[in-house]
């Protein structure tokens, strides 16, 4: 298994932007999918968006579609979402996720790792 470290969480008012970061330990980054989940108290963790390994191909929440963008850097072994717009509705923990099958996923049973979570608050 990977190891996973979010960072970038913080209070910011809506409308606002902020940029996640989700360092992986070890040297086989470029062989995982990646993905962004969120969850706030009482609910599900639901799924915000996803990456190949290569970084060619990506999928979002429509929630989430035109205003976050997931990126990687396979050589900093590092995973970004991009969130513009920010609106209180995306106030949850953020996580970080790794999945070492083929292809990608939405599910949260179709990954393998998970980091330990970034609080965003999106005041009004």
């Known amino acids: 298994q990977v190891q996973l470290v979010e960072s970038g969480g913080r209070l910011v008012q809506a409308g606002g932007s902020l940029r996640l970061s989700c360092v992986a330990s070890?040297?086989?980054?470029?062989?995982?999918?990646m993905g962004w989940f969120r969850q706030v108290p009482g609910k599900e963790r639901e799924f915000v968006a996803t990456?190949?390994?290569?970084?060619?191909?990506?999928n979002y929440a429509d929630s989430v579609k035109g205003r976050f963008t997931i990126s990687r850097d396979n050589a900093k072994n590092t995973v970004y979402l991009q969130m513009n717009s920010l609106k209180p509705e995306d106030t949850a923990v953020y996580y970080c996720?790794?999945?070492?099958?083929?292809?990608?996923?939405?599910?949260?049973?179709?990954?393998?790792?998970w980091g330990q979570g970034t609080q965003v608050t999106v005041s009004s």
């Open positions: 996720a790794a999945r070492s099958r083929l292809g990608v996923g939405i599910l949260r049973d179709d990954y393998d790792s």
């Open positions: 070890g040297r086989t980054f470029s062989r995982y999918a």
């Open positions: 990456i190949s390994r290569s970084g060619s191909s990506t």
